[in-house]
């Protein structure tokens, strides 16, 4: 009923304005503020729709440009994404690639070179102490043998498995090396204490020894050939009445960080069947 009477409104509105334009154009032009006032909220109407069409295309527009804008954003970001993992990559590769090539320089010095292999394991029940390579007894690897990267000593074979084998670094608690200062010559043996940390013992205190001294192998114990760089003096002290110093060594090769090793034969090196 409602609708009945609005649409009844609006014509009659509508054929008030046609009769006034009609009255209007026989009588001339002398009065047209009936008009004026009739047609005012036509033109009221008109200009809202018009601003109403305007915002409407607007904010149409803005969509279009907003959406092609997120789908521009989520090329690049792709393609961001993409150069990132080229780039990594090629940064892995340059890394492997001069490993390689210092593995390969260590193995045309070494007469006593067997074979390089890569790291693929931590023992969980001794963490960065026991590391584990992907070679064993078929590539000719036998228990004690040593250890190298090209930087220096990382430690001896302690399991073979058919191809597999474990690696006992000189900072575990059962490792021992046999050494000597490279200055100085004094002789003594090194053992393990974890934390990437080693110790020399039997250094008499009346040798005179200086942080930053280097320590070689001396190949005296029959494990590590002679002349391998195991690291550096850090701290020296004179414990209370005792006879020798207490000289703590870092490795040369951090050994957290060994991804491939160089396994060298060892003089008590020995063939055995590999663990099953």
């Known amino acids: 009923m409602f609708l009945k009477k609005k649409g009844f409104v609006f014509v009659f509105f509508i054929l008030l304005i046609l009769v006034t334009f009609i009255y209007q154009s026989i009588k001339g032009n002398e009065d047209t503020s009936v008009i004026n006032i009739l047609v005012y909220p036509l ?12 915002g409407i295309k607007s904010l149409f527009k803005d969509y279009i440009f907003l959406v092609d804008k997120k789908e521009e954003n989520k ?3 792709a393609k961001i994404e993409r150069l990132e993992h080229e780039k990594n990559k090629l940064i ?3 890394s492997e690639n001069e490993r390689l090539r210092e593995m390969l320089e260590l193995k045309s010095t070494r007469t006593d070179y067997i074979t390089t292999a890569e790291v693929f394991a931590r023992d969980p029940t001794n963490w960065f102490q026991i590391l584990w390579i992907n070679k064993g007894a078929e590539n000719g690897i036998y228990k004690d043998m040593a250890a190298v990267t090209p930087s220096g000593l990382v430690g001896r074979i302690h399991r073979v498995l ?3 084998a474990s690696i006992l670094l000189i900072t575990d608690a059962n490792s021992s090396v046999a050494v ?3 200055s100085t010559r ?3 043996i090194l053992e393990g ?4 940390r080693c110790h020399v013992k039997y250094i008499p205190l009346d040798e005179d020894v200086k942080t930053g001294e280097m320590v070689i192998t001396s190949g005296l114990d029959g494990i590590y050939p002679e002349g391998i760089q195991v690291g550096y003096v850090s701290k020296v002290v004179k414990k209370g009445q005792g006879l020798f110093h207490h000289i703590e060594v870092i490795p040369i090769q951090h050994l957290g960080k060994i991804e491939e090793v160089a396994i060298l034969k060892s003089r008590n090196s020995h063939k055995i069947l590999p663990e099953k």
């Open 43 to 54: 033109n009221i109407l008109e200009r809202g729709s018009f601003s109403i069409s305007k």
């Open 75 to 77: 090329k690049l970001i």
């Open 193 to 196: 204490y974890g934390m990437n």
């Open 162 to 164: 058919k191809d597999t």
């Open 92 to 94: 892995e590769a340059a």
């Open 186 to 188: 004094m002789e003594g």
């Open 180 to 182: 000597r200062f490279q």
